[in-house]
């Protein structure tokens, strides 16, 4: 089948068409970013980002279908973001969405942003349930089992701020631009990340949860003992800063997920595939020290191409084509729903009601 995806729910407004037949082809994936428009703000804001969504979300649509020079009458079906995510972005892209499956019949599907990320795997590498996965990205951090495109169980995770969250504070107290993943390793690559000593929260704790929050403290810390009077720093001082940071994120993600994969073998002997997926598994150290720790356990690593790790409408293309498939449809009348955690647990605290 091929399918239309419709993503809206951050900075990133974004279309594509995908094919699903027995591989996925990526036909199209057209993104357009917004970090012009926060740029003086330092960080995403609401209102203007959904104001851009609103004016771009048609635009890229079309240019997502021109690509492929296919029609909407070509199409099989209609997924959308429908959550969790910034509530006035989420809305332009569901309107947009429903508006096509309005005018054209086709069938639609709401989709969870997260279940977008956790899905790539399959959508790049054709991974089989149940696997292991690191969602990692700028507001989530967990460890899941994927069981089915609409089951997921959360075995550990942050208990307090993401991974990406403390890469764009660190950017942020570092003088580099939003959003900061990027900038941070690129600066960290000339930097001794031993210079300064940054904490690894809950590393002397079993289980597989992790915590960030301390690391922005600690930063800010060790920043202000080396910043001149004017708050300026070095460029190597910088280096080392990131450096640091880093060293530290790398070292709790590899740790965590040692612990993730030895207890996920207990549960599952059989397959044993590690994937990571979200923006921060764009960061090259990270996916490097994942891939190594996996080689040591004899466990096959996945991570899916940079541009499919931080916001695309390719996942979410995919993630409504595994439902579609399953002949899992949505009526007109669902909703865009800013919170709405993966796992079943949580999803069932919440009231998981479309
Ligand atoms: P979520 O998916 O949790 O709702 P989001 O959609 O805003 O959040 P993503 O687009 O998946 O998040 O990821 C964006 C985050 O990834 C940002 O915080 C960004 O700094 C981070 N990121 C992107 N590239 C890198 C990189 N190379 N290294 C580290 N972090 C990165
Ligand atoms: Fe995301």
Redesign the pocket.
């Known amino acids: 089948i091929t399918i239309l995806g419709i993503e809206s729910?951050?900075d990133?407004t974004a279309a594509a068409i995908v094919r699903v037949g027995s591989e996925a082809t990526v036909l199209s994936s057209v993104v357009k970013g917004q970090n012009d428009l926060h740029a003086d703000f330092g960080g995403v804001v609401p209102e203007i980002a959904a104001r851009a969504h609103a004016e771009r979300v048609d635009l890229c649509v079309e240019a997502a279908l021109a690509e492929t020079g296919l029609a909407l009458t070509d199409l099989d079906g209609i997924a959308v973001t429908s959550g969790?995510?910034l509530i006035g972005g989420v809305l332009s892209g569901v309107m947009c969405a429903k508006g096509i499956a309005a005018a054209t019949g086709l069938p639609i599907v709401g989709v969870n942003?997260?279940a977008g990320?956790a899905l790539t795997p399959r959508l790049t590498d054709n991974v089989t349930f149940p696997y292991l996965m690191l969602l990692v990205?700028?507001?989530?951090c967990q460890f899941l089992i994927a069981e089915g495109p609409d089951r997921f169980r959360r075995i550990g995770g942050t208990i307090d701020d993401?991974?990406?969250?403390a890469?764009?504070k660190t950017a942020r107290l570092l003088g580099l631009p939003q959003?900061?993943?990027?900038h941070?390793?690129k600066s960290a690559a000339n930097g001794d990340p031993k210079r300064f000593k940054l904490p690894r929260p809950l590393l002397d704790r079993p289980g597989c949860d992790m915590s960030f929050s301390g690391l922005k403290t600690a930063l800010l810390r060790a920043r202000d003992a080396v910043v001149d009077e004017k708050g300026g720093l070095t460029v190597q001082d910088r280096a080392d800063l990131a450096a640091a940071f880093q060293a530290s994120v790398t070292d709790i993600l590899v740790e965590k997920t040692r612990r993730a994969l030895l207890e996920y073998r207990e549960l599952n002997p059989v397959n044993s595939v590690f994937a990571i997926a979200?923006?921060?598994a764009?960061?090259?150290p990270i996916r490097a020290a994942l891939m190594d720790l996996c080689a040591k356990l004899e466990t096959e690593f996945t991570a899916p191409p940079m541009a499919l790790?931080?916001?695309n409408a390719a996942m979410i293309a995919y993630a409504g084509a595994e439902r579609l498939m399953n002949g899992d449809v949505d009526d007109m009348t669902f909703k865009a729903r800013p919170r709405w955690p993966l796992d079943d647990r949580a999803a069932a605290m919440l009231g998981s009601g479309k």
């Open positions: 729910s951050c990133d969790p995510g942003h997260l990320h990205s700028g507001g989530h993401a991974p990406g969250e890469f764009d959003p900061g993943g990027p941070v390793e979200g923006g921060v764009a960061n090259g790790c931080t916001d």
